[in-house]
């Protein structure tokens, strides 16, 4: 089955300044990508996604790149701001399994004013 | 609130003790998904309907666990004979191709089992 690596666990940025999370994964039949943010107590929610189809997608501070020949894929979010203070977990699913996600270990960002 | 919504959000019990848990999803979303969550890991796939069929279960979810979801619209998960290793949060989720096959998730049901 699909396995999803998530680096770093842990990331703190100056307000202002850029933060990247990486994601690896092992199913080569995967190709829808999303991206889910959790704060504490609350609910995951979807933040941005990329299909296989695509190598990269921005949305406002928010880009998601895709390497499918290496099998990994970056969040990366520029001009961080306090309330992107957060859990970051990436993920992986196959076309026919879009719901069955494969949930990274997550990545706590922690953005200081 | 039309999101997905679960309840109870907290649930307590002893050991050895049944507990269910319901959740009403999205109305017109015809998939539904349970996942499971310990603290600093990410949600871990459970099982998933369509409509009303349960089309999947992982290899995490023992004879002691079963879902169900009459008529395709709310779900329940039942857990049995409760074991400590089940404490976790209990998250579901809805979701439509309809819809770029985003997932929406509920605010999740806390289980401590003591």
């Known amino acids: 089955g699909e396995n999803v690596e998530q680096h770093p666990s842990t990331l703190s940025v100056q307000e202002g300044d850029s933060a990247v999370i990486k994601c690896t994964y092992s199913?080569?039949?995967?190709?829808?990508f999303p991206w889910y943010k959790q704060e504490l107590g609350k609910r995951p929610q979807l933040i941005i996604d990329?299909?296989?189809?695509?190598g990269e997608k921005k949305d406002q501070r928010i880009a998601v790149t895709l390497n499918k020949t290496a099998k990994h894929f970056s969040l990366h979010i520029t001009e961080t701001q306090p309330e992107d203070s957060a859990v970051y977990f990436c993920a992986a699913a196959g076309t026919d399994s879009w719901g069955k996600l494969q949930f990274g270990a997550g990545t706590q960002v922690v953005v200081t004013p | 609130d039309t999101g997905v919504s679960q309840n109870p959000r907290h649930k307590i019990t002893k050991r050895g003790q049944n507990v269910t848990f319901r959740c009403d999803p999205i109305s017109e979303h015809n998939r539904l998904y349970w996942y499971r969550q310990t603290l600093g890991q990410g949600p871990e796939f459970l099982t998933y309907?369509?409509?009303?069929?349960?089309?999947?279960k992982s290899r995490l979810l023992s004879d002691r666990f079963s879902a169900e979801r009459p008529k395709g619209s709310f779900s329940t998960l039942e857990i049995q004979r409760t074991e400590q290793g089940d404490s976790a949060m209990y998250l579901c989720?809805?979701?439509?191709?309809?819809?770029?096959?985003?997932?929406?998730f509920g605010e999740g049901s806390r289980l401590t089992v003591l």
């Open positions: 309907f369509q409509n009303e069929a349960q089309l999947e």
């Open positions: 199913d080569s039949a995967s190709n829808y």
């Open positions: 990329i299909r296989s189809n695509v």
């Open positions: 989720a809805s979701g439509t191709m309809a819809n770029t096959g985003e997932l929406f």
